[in-house]
């Protein structure tokens, strides 16, 4: 009773990133809380489910198998989670930051009065005074995101509904195995006990999606560029750079938006979250907004022909000078000086 | 058969233009130093909503919007662009919200109109990212939703179709009215303000804007009904107060703060060949590369 839940999102039968992440943060808050970690997946064919999630410190895996219930739909994945949640009181709830976690958290914390915060970028536990009120809470999720465009970062708590709700964009979180032969027990639900069949109103008639080629997230190296590399050929450079060095491209909104890089290489927080061996930041000035998708890199060079450019103050090594000048130099020492 | 359509909108603090006097000394947004703006997916949905009525003769844009009562602002842009007529729901008792007594709040004013096919909704607004408002009041009233629409391909007494643009492709999707549906920003822009509509609804007014106006401007709308922009607060939508404002909201900001970085201790170089190569060659060293 009262564990943590995470909503498994499922794929052609693979559990998503997100939700592999959010268990391995799922794991440690149960760890805090001495409660047990859960996970729910709601599809079809969901046999090799348990296989990918048990590692990460899976003690209960909730399966609701039918054919209906995949690809996703809004309404009979909320009346699953809201039955659930209803039996099992959970006192956490966690879903990827999703266009599925962003359509189904809503309804259910609706569903349940219970509050839910968007896009955490950080989850704590701790206590909370509610001073007018005299109240202690104990034990409470922090569930810490930015608003305002990114300009403050605020701690919303939720002290009286339960499950305290929260989603988390991928790649905030690290996905981490917990336990490679860790085992827990697997339910399966009587699907027809909590979907009835008015909740299929809506039919998916086509669907194309495509697995993304890219996996920016995954690469020990990020050469990214900012609007001072001043067009997508100037982009070429930085190309040649990541090619030679066995390292990947990244961007900033201001480069996207100007058309030199494309969308999927966006860094920052309305892009992927990164943290590499290594980040080579380009023409970039380093606004907050970028910054907080790649601040936890463990080496910043920055590469910037202004002196007082922001990003300088996160960089372990500061280069002033231009792009074209320096990159061509790194890669000629580079190509010189390995076999 | 036209149809009934109902879109909600939502003034928001531009937080995409952030100049340097938008954050207080005390880490707090200094909210007055930021322009209100019609949120701009919002301004997407509108369109789906004017398109609908383009296509499908005698249906109705109503638009909807809580806020303060300068969000009548919005409601004037909309009519300038071919909405039919606005209500504006403000009163001192939804001060404070959170996304779900919004949505509650919104869901009875929804109640009090006679019958609506589709309510259109911004997928976010960008003040909080949330995307939360739509699907939670299509919860609350019972109909079912359909997000991150790009384009509604169909709208007909019965059926509706829509293409949704998400994260990893497009999925074409089909169900019955009465739908919700929120519009993503790669859905079309808005379309421009229109000169004659502009000159028709350039004095639409909500009673309390009348009443801070001029006698010769309160007869003019005496004459002309569709210049009047429907004003609501609780006691017209049947809310109960417990499920309002903070009390009808079940998150509470414990904390804000302002975002500093902790700033390294860097070193600094320049792009002469010997600082470039000295770095380079201490990389391979240590194998951060190769
Ligand atoms: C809600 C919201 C979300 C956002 N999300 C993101 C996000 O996810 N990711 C993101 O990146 N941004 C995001 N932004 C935008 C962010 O605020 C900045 O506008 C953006 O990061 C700036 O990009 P930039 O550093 O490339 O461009 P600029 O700020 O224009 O900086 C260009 C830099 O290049 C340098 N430069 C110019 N020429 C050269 C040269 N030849 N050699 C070397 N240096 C040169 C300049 O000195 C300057 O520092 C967001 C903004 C908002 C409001
Ligand atoms: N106060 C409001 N008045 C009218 N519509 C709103 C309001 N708040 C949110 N909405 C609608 O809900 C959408 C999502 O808002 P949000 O959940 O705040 O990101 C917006 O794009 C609007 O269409």
Redesign the interface.
Known sequence: MNNIFVYLEI?DGIVADVSLELLTKGRSLANQLKCKLEAIAIGSQLDGIGEQVFSFGVDVLTLADDKKLY?Y???PH?AILVKLFKEEQPQIALMGA??IG??L???V???L???????CTSLEIGD?E?KKEGKVYKNLL??IR????????????????RPQMATVREGVMKKEIADKHYKGETKKLDVSKYVSSTDF????????????KLNIKASP?IISGGYGIGSRENFDLLFDFAHV???EVGASRAAVDAGFADHERQIGQTGVTVRP??YIACGISGQ?QH??GM?ESS????INNDPNAPI???????????VE??IP??IK??KK??K | MGLKIVVLAKQV?D??N?GKD??KAD???NRAALAAIFNPEDLNALEQALRLKDKYEGSTVSILTMGPGRAAEIIRESLYRGADDGFLLTDRAFAGS???AT?YALSCAIKNFSKVDVIICGRQA???????????V???IGW?????AEEILECTSQKI?VK?R???????????LPMLVTVNSSAPECRPRNAKLVMKFKHAKTISEKQAGDQDYIDLVDERPYLNINEWSVNEIQADANWLGLKG???????????V????E??????D?F???S???E??ANH???
């Open positions: 794929e690809p739909t809004s309404l909320t999703t266009s962003r359509d958290g809503p309804r914390s609706s569903a009065f219970s509050g839910l915060t968007a896009d909370h509610d922090y569930q930015p608003a305002f465009g990114g300009n403050i970062v605020a701690t919303i708590v939720n002290p009286e509904q109103v809506v039919n998916v008639i086509e669907r194309h999606m495509e697995k993304s190296i060095i066995g390292a061996k290594l907050i910054v907080a601040q080496m910043i060079i920055a300088n103050a996160i960089a372990d090594y500061v280069i002033t000078g231009n000048e320096v130099k790194m020492y580079y000086n390995t | 603090p937080t995409r952030v938008a954050m880490g707090t947004v959170d996304t779900l949505s960008i003040d909080g990212d949330t995307a939360q408002v739509g699907p939670q299509a919860e609350k079912p939703q359909i997000t991150y179709v949704r998400l994260e990893k492709g497009i999925e074409i999707v089909e169900g019955k909201s079940p998150t509470k900001v414990k904390e804000i703060e302002n975002v970085f902790q700033a390294k860097s070193k600094r170089l320049s792009p060949d600082d470039i190569e770095l380079m060659r990389l391979i951060t590369i190769g």
